[in-house]
């Protein structure tokens, strides 16, 4: 699989994620040719989601249909993912506030982890540290609350059950959750979501207490194992998570730049 190809898988299952979550909020969508976008619209100031989706040859045109979206829909505050690092949205009251690592991982065992759940492993400083699947609404509900508070999500506290994450999200095809516990205690969590070429990971959350004790690293690797092993992993790394990642064998892409605007900037 060349680079782009990895690329492009990655930034098409970040896109169908933000389209499964749209699909499970009712909220409207457009996809483009290489632009993908969510209208979020739990309050007006809720920032809506842009995803470049393949190689552009003139940034204008990008400019040009997310100048006419941001008009159509009314928005305020959006954050827009460019992998392709040829935008300039300066001009739209954007900041780009971050570059990150586009990451794939190539289909292939992972060490230490068995096929069978829940995994079991020895939490760093003591304590049994298993992982699990979230398949019913309550655990759903401990994971959600887990991504809102240990990511964090500030613009969802204080969680209130379903309203980042709403349980109908678990009838949508590719879509799973990842439960750690450390002696029964919610410590960690992720989400994948398949689309049929790659294995998405997003939301990879360790709650404050539980951090430093290997609480994401086996939650990713129980993920990676049981979510669906025959398809590359792709991810977008934070500065912190990226170490981790390259020593579970995932490389590195492309630096996507995300765009984002403020309501106070809007």
């Known amino acids: 699989m060349n680079t782009d190809s990895r690329l492009e898988r990655a930034n098409d299952n970040a896109a169908a994620f933000w389209l499964a979550q749209a699909r499970a909020h009712d909220w409207r969508t457009r996809v483009l040719p290489g632009l993908t976008a969510i209208r979020c619209a739990r309050t007006p100031d809720d920032p809506h989601r842009f995803v470049v989706t393949c190689p552009y040859s003139e940034p204008g045109v990008v ?24 935008l300039d949205l300066t001009r739209f009251g954007a900041d780009r506030t971050s570059v990150m690592p586009v990451m794939v991982r190539d289909p292939g065992p992972v060490e230490g982890v068995t096929d069978v759940l829940p995994a079991v492993f020895e939490a760093h400083g003591g304590g049994t540290l298993t992982v699990d699947e979230a398949v019913d609404g309550d655990s759903f509900a401990q994971v959600e609350r887990a991504i809102v508070e240990g990511f964090p999500l500030p613009a969802r506290q204080p969680w209130v059950r379903g309203e980042a994450l709403p349980e109908r999200l678990l009838g949508e095809p590719g879509w799973r959750a990842w439960l750690g516990r450390v002696d029964g205690a919610v410590a960690g969590t992720c989400l994948t979501y398949d689309d049929g070429r790659a294995t998405g990971v997003y939301w990879v959350a360790t ?20 979510a669906h092993p025959d398809r ?10 990226e170490p981790l990642y390259r ?16 309501a106070a900037a809007g």
């Open 207 to 226: 709650l404050p207490d539980w951090r430093g004790r290997g609480v994401a690293k086996v939650v990713v690797q129980t993920a990676l194992v049981h």
């Open 232 to 241: 590359p992993a792709t991810l977008v790394a934070t500065s912190l998570g």
């Open 247 to 262: 020593k579970l064998g995932f490389t590195e892409q492309a630096r996507t730049s995300w765009w984002s605007r403020t």
């Open 63 to 86: 400019e040009r249909e997310l100048a006419d979206l941001l008009d159509e829909w009314s928005t305020i505050s959006f954050t827009l993912e460019d992998p392709y690092g040829g």
